[in-house]
């Protein structure tokens, strides 16, 4: 992911990547030399250099240290999802985070797509609400073991849920059933994860995800109201209202690119696109968090 970042930042004519640091130094170095940076050896050291905004890409149980750093420096800061492999740490960030200009890297919010789906239900009530994440094992070694990634449903489905929350309003109530392990070695994440929930509104609504597949089958979010059927992701949007069907080719590289402009341009006060601050991350990754801890209990659990 901070590769990805450092891409398109690059790509930018008023930015300029100064420095990278790693937990592994030739991982720090070799992005850096890509991009005439600087190599730090701790986050400390970035701070110390007095950058305008730092990105924090790291995996959801790195979280924490060095968001804490960066914002008892003042600094701006853009984190990648999922904000934490727990909630207690995300919770202890966000007081921190409402000092400075923050983004979050759920780009969907920037897909073409999203904009036209809720145009499209603007005075609508949402009747049904549907979210799948149906995918494959990441070829990480860490994200198999629930302490280190949260598993599915938090480190790949909050996209999903961010859209399902932005589309049909906020879920007071989910209840989970979790089962099966991936046929990985070490591996303790859920196979697969089935959720029923109940949005403030009074709609219900399903989460499906699934990381038993050899490609990614499905990640997309469908919102039925009367008369109206949506499904909506990266790949696009598919309207069908009984009289005709309306198909939308997606641009997922241009919503990875406008997540990154947005928050440049935050920072510079030039704009205020900013969709996904922290603390309305914070909202996603709490519905995310519920699912999972209903999904180990066995119980329904509150948002």
Known sequence: MARRHAS???????????????????????LAAEYGALAYPDVAA???????????????????????????????????????????TAERIAPLAERVVTA?????????????????????EVRLVTGSWLDKVPPVDWWVRRESSGGPVVEQAPHVLDVMRLLAGEVAQVHAVGGG???VEGADVDA?????????SGAPGTLTTTCV???????????????????????GLLVRDGEAEHRYPGDPAAARV??????????LGVADDV?????????????????????????????
């Open 8 to 30: 398109v930042l690059a790509g930018f004519s008023d930015v300029r990547l100064v420095g990278v640091t790693d937990v592994v130094p030739d991982a720090a170095g070799a």
């Open 46 to 88: 970035v701070v110390d250099a007095e950058p305008d905004a730092v990105y924090v890409c790291v995996p959801p149980f790195a979280h924490g240290p060095a968001e804490e750093a960066v914002l008892a420096a003042g600094l701006p800061m853009f984190v990648e999802k999922p904000l934490a492999v727990d909630l207690a």
């Open 104 to 124: 979050v890297g759920l780009h969907w919010r920037y897909l073409d797509a999203v904009e036209r789906a809720r145009a499209l239900l603007a005075g609508r």
């Open 181 to 183: 392990r991936p046929a």
């Open 192 to 200: 697969a994860t089935a959720a029923m929930l109940r949005f403030e």
């Open 213 to 235: 597949l050899g490609w990614k089958h499905r990640a997309s979010v469908e919102v039925f109201a009367d008369g109206l059927a949506i499904s909506v992701g990266e790949d």
């Open 258 to 267: 406008a997540v990154d402009r947005a928050f440049v341009d935050a920072v």
């Open 275 to 303: 969709r996904v601050p922290y603390a309305e991350a914070l909202r996603t990754h709490r519905l995310a968090a519920a699912v999972a801890r209903s999904a180990v209990i066995g119980e329904a659990v509150g948002v």
